[in-house]
């Protein structure tokens, strides 16, 4: 991240530094005010009572003109984020709303709704639009208004970093810990390069890695199913051989501990497809590589064999993409029966939900793993990344890679290094969006994404 590489972020920080001077200045100066006038004949309370006043006065309200969907798809990958405009010139905020799958949907979520809620309300008031929003179409969740939602709540909190001159993690309370750890994909169709990627990711300074056989539910291993001879289903519909996933998983974590050793931290991604008491199964078996955490055992419709898992395994489990509501995670937080929260942040509405649940998780001793997929937009990303250092509970980051095109589009986005990311120090989420790149990549009319559509040999549909 340089400031010569992108000169506009100099001038921007050069705004934002005399903004702040000019607030402090003004802030100070008010603050002595109120102090003269404490001191001069009325208690400490009218003191304060008199600050905030003049804490209004030195940052006057700034009002919400316009919220809009900005939706791109570079490499063919449906991304959105929100930006809010304000009566301030020149500032603004972006948010990550990303919802590949029915991203149209989201658009007009933003551009429909959102935009009209949200205009003249006080850019301050994170919690009070985050609050009033989430009740504002009454039936409520859902990914694609959490992810409008998400979208709105980041740029806000981009837009308060930004007011304040301070990146958001810093907001957060501040650094845990220098930057975010983070684990790497080393899935491939073979055992032996699936082990060739995690030594790979070794020699890069990974000290996390996950380990997968194939797509999910190991799609590459299955032969040509049934159903397609029959010609039932449609035709880019995918099969899971349940039998040779299960199979073949503790054979892949046994070779790749033989060769690789026990310096390295391996996790599993079940991604839910099979049936629970396989799941349980297979992780009892899995307990003597010593996984890290082994993700989503169970589709959420499922959350009821948590305990049975509990009861015949120690090994840690992370749980919970494709949850919504963040009273999704309170009774397997509570008895304890999960170890890692695994939160879509704009999934669930954005920073202001996600901060409470991982804060709540620090109760249970229950840590953070952001999902972090290539279908977050850099934005999204930078806002895992700010949360995963100001919390004390952060447990791993699923990294990524941006393309320079990407990093084209959203200059400033988070770096690797190490296996570690950081976020750079401008104020807000440090990420921009350059809109006239990203207009260069629309949206498909059609949505052609199916990889959700997978089925057992006879054609029955199997749940993620
Ligand atoms: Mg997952």
Known sequence: ?????????????????????????????????????????????????????????????????????????????????????????????????????????????????????????????????????????????????????????????????????????????????????????????????????????????????????????????SEAPDFKEAGFGMPDDNVINERLYLKKVPELFAEVRKTCGEDIELLHDIHERVQPMDAINMIRQLEEYRPFFIEDPFSPENNGYFKILRNHTTVPIAMGELYNNPHEWTDLMKERLIDYIRIHISQIGGITPAIKVARLGEWFNVKTAWHGPGDVSPVGHAANAHIDLAIWNFGIQESVHFSDLLREIFPGSPVMKNGYMHVNEVPGLGVEVNEQLALKYPLPAKNDYNWTQLRKNDGTPVRP
Request: aromatic share 12%; net charge positive.
């Open 1 to 221: 991240m340089s400031f010569f590489k992108f000169p506009y972020l100099f001038v921007e920080s050069f705004f934002y530094l005399t903004y702040c001077y000019m607030n402090r200045r003004n802030l100070l100066k008010n603050l002595g005010l109120g102090l003269s006038a404490g001191i001069a004949g009325t208690t400490l309370p009218s003191t304060a009572a008199q600050a905030s006043p003049s804490y209004k006065k030195g940052m006057a309200p700034v009002k919400i003109t316009k919220v809009k969907a900005i939706p791109t798809c570079p490499h063919n990958i449906e991304l959105i984020v929100v930006k809010v405009e304000t009566s301030e010139p020149g500032l603004v905020g972006y948010g990550c709303a990303t919802f590949r799958q029915r991203a149209h949907a989201v658009v007009s979520a933003i551009d429909d709704y959102l935009n009209d809620f949200c205009q003249g309300r006080d850019v301050d008031n994170i919690e009070d639009i985050w609050q009033t929003a989430y009740v504002s179409s009454y039936w409520r969740n859902g990914p694609v208004l959490n992810n409008a939602l998400s979208g709105l709540d980041q740029a806000l909190w981009d837009i308060k970093g930004k007011r304040a001159g301070m990146p958001v993690y810093q907001l957060l309370g501040g650094k845990t810990r220098f930057a975010v750890d983070c684990y790497a994909h080393a899935g491939a169709g073979t055992i032996e390069k699936t082990v060739e990627n995690v030594q790979r990711y070794m020699d890069e300074g990974y000290r996390h890695v996950r380990i997968q056989l194939g797509g999910y539910g190991s799609a590459s291993l």
